[in-house]
């Protein structure tokens, strides 16, 4: 008897936790976690796991968009987190893209490279996801 008491109320207690959470948790890891459910797509990989010269597929939120003039080639680098890890993505000799701004939910396609130590993907495949 005392066993199919603690199964039911593991749920509450669960769901006591959660709502907890939501006051003791600093606003980075809620909005990492938020993130991380919003990118647990099929064929995805989490950012943290990549690594350089693999094919991979990314789902995140864009934190920073930046247009980088340089003398022969400008660029627009847009900073891709998936709740694990930051992928910067690269788009060569473009100043703007409709649609890729700060805050923007997508998934990005390509070979994974390494610049002064983080990840990068340049001219990745991207498709815009539905703003919430």
């Known amino acids: 008897m ?3 008491e603690d199964q039911q109320s593991q749920p509450e207690v669960s769901g006591l ?3 907890l959470r939501k006051f003791t948790a600093s606003d980075q890891e809620l909005e990492s ?3 991380r459910r919003e990118s647990a797509k099929a064929d995805c990989v989490c950012a943290d796991r990549v690594r350089r010269g693999q094919l991979v597929k990314l789902s ?3 934190r920073t968009v930046v247009y980088t003039p340089r003398t022969n ?3 627009l680098e847009a900073e891709l987190y998936d709740g694990t890890d930051v992928v910067t993505l690269v788009f060569l000799g473009r100043r703007h893209i409709a649609g890729i701004e700060p805050g923007r939910a997508l998934t990005a396609a390509g070979r994974v490279a390494v610049r ?3 990840k990068v993907i340049y001219n990745p495949h991207y498709s815009l996801d539905a703003p919430k």
């Open 2 to 4: 005392a066993a199919v």
């Open 17 to 19: 936790r959660r709502f």
């Open 33 to 35: 976690e938020e993130v």
């Open 60 to 62: 995140g939120r864009l």
């Open 73 to 75: 080639l400008p660029t």
């Open 116 to 118: 002064d130590g983080h």
